[in-house]
């Protein structure tokens, strides 16, 4: 079992960055493809950004590539995503996920895919 615990969401402005964190305080990660899905009201959660074990196979999903930047310590046990020009459109509740490495590429970081999450860090873009 693998807890998760996001933090770092908020209100900002468009425009704005913040930096969402996802820490697993009682095992480690670095064994783990993580990932970011974000769930608009009204709408499906998806994909936004996934790290293979060791960050050197990143993803991202079409709306946010060249904004947003998914990085981790696995050391610290921690996973992170820096947003940057933050839109209106980025509002949702961001929820960090993992899954075994016994999968490799894009692919494999769907919302089925995906066996612990965390409880989820809103974010509000006002326009």
């Known amino acids: 079992q693998v807890q998760l615990a996001e933090s770092g969401g908020g209100l900002v402005q468009a425009g704005a960055s913040l930096r969402l964190s996802c820490a697993a305080p009682?095992?480690?990660?670095?064994?783990?493809?993580m990932a970011w899905f974000r769930q608009a009201p009204g709408k499906e959660r998806e994909f936004v950004s996934a790290?293979?074990?060791?960050?050197?196979?990143?993803y991202y999903a079409d709306s946010v590539k060249g904004r947003f930047t998914i990085s981790r310590d696995n050391v610290a046990n921690t996973l992170y995503l820096q947003m940057n020009s933050l839109k209106p459109e980025d509002t949702a509740v961001y929820y960090c996920?993992?899954?075994?490495?016994?999968?490799?590429?894009?692919?494999?970081?769907?919302?089925?895919?995906?066996?612990?999450w965390g409880k989820g860090t809103l974010v509000t873009v006002s326009s």
């Open positions: 009682e095992r480690t990660i670095s064994t783990y493809g």
């Open positions: 996920a993992a899954r075994p490495p016994d999968c490799s590429g894009p692919g494999c970081y769907t919302v089925g895919g995906m066996d612990y």
């Open positions: 790290s293979n074990w060791n960050g050197g196979a990143t």
